[in-house]
Structures are given as structure tokens and as C-alpha cells.
């Protein structure tokens, strides 16, 4: 099944503890971007990556870093969490040149 | 930055109407999508209608988009319970890394039973 992974689904952690959400997709899409959900603020993009070893900024990218060693893989990292970044995150892949994205089923992160 | 701005932000209808919410949005696109969330799950695409398009359907649902105005409609006909979600629309913007899309901040509909 095509799928798009994340783990852990749930995660309640405190201040500056080092955590990575992991995310993978089984359709070898290039495109592969995350998104945090706030109520009231949409989707807002954190980081993308448009194929291996190749990532840019979103709208906010601050406090959080991403890695692209494989296609399938596109891990989010926050290196000293805050309460500020307590959210919903998704991960999305896309194929080329289709702006189509599929969605993984969110991870929910609480800093204390 | 957002781009997209759904109307109503909630809607409540009964089982069977019709439930149409809109998109409004600031900058040229080369596209325009609709996804559906179940309540704290992932997006999931609905329909996507290009710039040059104008209607499109897919089964119960029928967008229209407005390049003139920068707005988008979404219809759901004859709704089920099962249509209980939230409702987004995004943005590829004209000239923008492929992929990239811009979410609007979406309509919670509600199907009454």
C-alpha cells in the first residue's frame, strides 16, 4: 500500500531534549516536505526537500533541522525543543512535476 | 505565508444538502487543490482543478475556480455523515518550486445525522 510513515504518532517530551520524527514513503516520490498544524494557522510548511541531499527552508524552519541521505527518509529533528513548537506534524511526499501530495497520519508533540 | 482563506471557517448542514464552502486566495497559481482531514489525521487529496480550468467534478464534488477573482468553490452534494471533516485548499503558486503548496486555514464541516 502506498503509503507515507511517521514515527512515533504521539510524543510528550520536555525543554531541550533532543528528538527526531521520523518520517518514509514506499512511492520513491522525489518531493518530500513537513508541515505543522496550529489551530487557527493552517499548514504551515517547515522544511521540503525536492530529492537526495537536497533541502530548503519553508515557513518556518526555525528551531527545526531535516536530513535527505535516502529518498524514502526525511527525518525532522529539533535539536533543544520549546513549548512553542508543541503541535500536530505531518510529513507529505509528491512525485515529479504533480503538486499531488500524500499526507502521513501526523505525529502530536508536546513540550513541557 | 498564507495564501488561501476557506469560508465559512465551520458549516453544519443535515444528511443529504448540499454543503459548498469557498476559497479565496492572493497570487497567481498554476493550480488549485482540495484535501479533506478527518479529525487529527492526515490530509487526504480530493481534487485538484488548473489554472485554465474552470469546473471539474469527481463524483459528490464539484469545484469551481475563478482566476479572475483568485477564489475557488468546493460543493459537496448530497452529504453523508461521513463528509464530517475539515476542508482545505491549496495553492501552487505560479513560478513555484514543484510541490510546493500554500494551505489555506479550512472549513469544519459538520454532517448532521
Known amino acids: 500500500e502506498a503509503q507515507v510513515t511517521q514515527n512515533p504518532r504521539y510524543l510528550i517530551t520536555v525543554t531541550g531534549k533532543k528528538l527526531t520524527v521520523t518520517c518514509s514513503q514506499n512511492m520513491n516520490h522525489e518531493y518530500m516536505s513537513w508541515y505543522r498544524q496550529d489551530p487557527g494557522l493552517g499548514l504551515r510548511q517547515i522544511y521540503y526537500?525536492?530529492?537526495?541531499?537536497?533541502?530548503d527552508k519553508g515557513d518556518v524552519p526555525e528551531g527545526y533541522k531535516v536530513s535527505r541521505k535516502e529518498k524514502r527518509n526525511f527525518p525532522l529533528i529539533l535539536e533543544s525543543p520549546s513549548p512553542n513548537q508543541t503541535s500536530l506534524y505531518f510529513c507529505?511526499?509528491?512525485?515529479?512535476?504533480?503538486?499531488?501530495?500524500?499526507f502521513g497520519a501526523g505525529s502530536r508533540l508536546t513540550v513541557l | 505565508s498564507q495564501q488561501g482563506e476557506e469560508d465559512p471557517q465551520a458549516l453544519s448542514i443535515q444528511e443529504g444538502e448540499n454543503a459548498t464552502m469557498n476559497c479565496s486566495y492572493k497570487t497567481s497559481i498554476n493550480n488549485l487543490q482540495w484535501y479533506r482531514q478527518n479529525s487529527g489525521r492526515g490530509l487526504v487529496h480530493l481534487i485538484l482543478i488548473r489554472s485554465n480550468e474552470r469546473e471539474k467534478h469527481s463524483g459528490r464534488l464539484r469545484v469551481t475556480l475563478d482566476t479572475s477573482k483568485k477564489s475557488s468553490s468546493l460543493l459537496i452534494t448530497a452529504s453523508r455523515a461521513a463528509d464530517t471533516a475539515s476542508y482545505f485548499c491549496a495553492t501552487a503558486p505560479y513560478g513555484g518550486a514543484t510541490n510546493k503548496l500554500i494551505f489555506g486555514t479550512g472549513t469544519l464541516l459538520a454532517v448532521q445525522p
Open positions: 507529505a511526499s509528491g512525485g515529479t512535476g504533480a503538486n499531488v501530495l500524500t
Open positions: 526537500s525536492m530529492n537526495v541531499e537536497v533541502t
